[in-house]
């Protein structure tokens, strides 16, 4: 690492804190240009964030930030910032993840905790803040199952199938459109949520690519995580709670019955998007890792589209001529009993 850029850390740190005895401890990083190190003053902790402008731009984390703080979202606080060198002081929000967390015995209470603070969110006025959940948008995401799934299973679909998956996006994506619009996280799962000592709300994080879209969208996201499973029934008990939370202009003409298959559209939605992520993650970037999870999110789409008449087609199209293939390259996955 650039010893120059250390120096400067270690002045801009000593600056802000009025003290050069502090200590500094890098975290391992994940795959961005960004790092992190755990500052330890005396008994206080903060949390550095180090993003060269260069080759990342923290401004929109810092902007979604601030306007979340400042509307009671639980985000770390940011301490001090220099933008020009691309250095963030923020709230110490500790290491345990509430995926670590999570039980049989816990989860409803984590969860509804989760709900009550996604509902805060959502009754933010976010519109001229944050960027709009397209059309396009949401078609260009299922489009990585067509651009990176089936190609890496030799699929081409005919011009029939063409047609009829692009359908079936449609369907999709104005499924989406039509639900009440709303502050979207993007990520909000349990390895984005924090325990934090001596509070009953969980430090959000990771919101920097928040959107305006569907109401059901996060709550998709915690409870059908791609990374820990809940039975069914009880996933459907939570969209009841979430669903008896919501103020009475999303409930309008909107019964649960309704509610629960714009859920169920927007999980599907995203299952064929994360398909296309995965498979695109290994074959374009090297990365392995998620492979392991390509059966569990195929299960996912075969079971939440069993309802509904509109989807059948394109299942059958995944049935017959995906599967198969999908299962031999990636595997089956095995439902827990």
């Known amino acids: 690492m650039n010893t120059q850029r250390e120096q400067s850390i270690q002045s801009w740190i000593a600056s802000v804190l009025g003290s050069d ?20 003053l005396n008994n206080k902790t903060f949390m550095l964030m180090d993003a060269p402008p260069e080759k990342e731009d923290c401004v929109p984390f810092v902007t979604i930030d601030e306007f979340f703080d400042a509307h009671g979202v639980r985000v770390p606080h940011i301490v001090a910032k220099d933008l020009e060198q691309g250095f963030l002081l923020l709230e110490d929000f500790g290491d345990v993840l509430l995926s670590a967390l999570l039980t049989d015995e816990t989860v409803d209470g984590y969860y509804a905790q989760s709900f009550a603070q996604l509902i805060q969110l959502q009754s933010i006025d976010g519109l001229n803040h944050f960027p709009e959940y397209s059309y396009e948008k949401l078609m260009s995401e299922m489009a990585l199952l067509t651009d990176w799934m089936l190609p890496s299973l030799q699929i081409k679909p005919s011009d029939e199938e063409s047609a009829l998956i ?32 001596d509070e ?14 569907a109401d059901t969208y996060d709550l998709i996201s915690i409870t059908r995580d791609a990374y820990v499973q809940w039975n069914p029934e009880r996933v459907y008990s939570w969209f009841q709670t979430f669903y008896n939370l919501l103020p009475a202009s999303a409930k309008e003409g909107r019964d649960f019955k309704q509610f629960k298959k714009d859920a169920d559209f927007m999980a599907i939605q995203r299952h064929i998007k994360i398909l296309g992520i995965f498979v695109r993650l290994f074959e374009r970037d090297g990365k392995s890792g998620y492979l392991k999870d390509l059966p569990r999110v195929m299960w996912y789409l075969l079971e939440e589209s069993k309802p509904y008449a509109e989807l059948q087609p394109f299942m059958q199209f995944i049935q017959a001529k995906v599967l198969p293939k999908f299962e031999a390259k990636y595997g089956a996955y095995e439902v827990a009993a």
């Open 200 to 213: 009953k709300e969980q430090g959000v994080i990771d919101f920097q690519d928040a959107v305006i879209g």
């Open 166 to 197: 692009k359908r079936t996006f449609a369907i999709l994506a104005n499924a989406a459109l039509a639900q009440p619009q709303v502050i979207v996280h993007r990520d909000f799962h349990s390895r984005n949520l924090m325990a934090l000592a």
């Open 21 to 40: 005895q502090f200590e500094t401890h890098f975290l391992a990083g994940d795959a961005s240009f960004r790092r992190y190190a755990r500052i330890k």
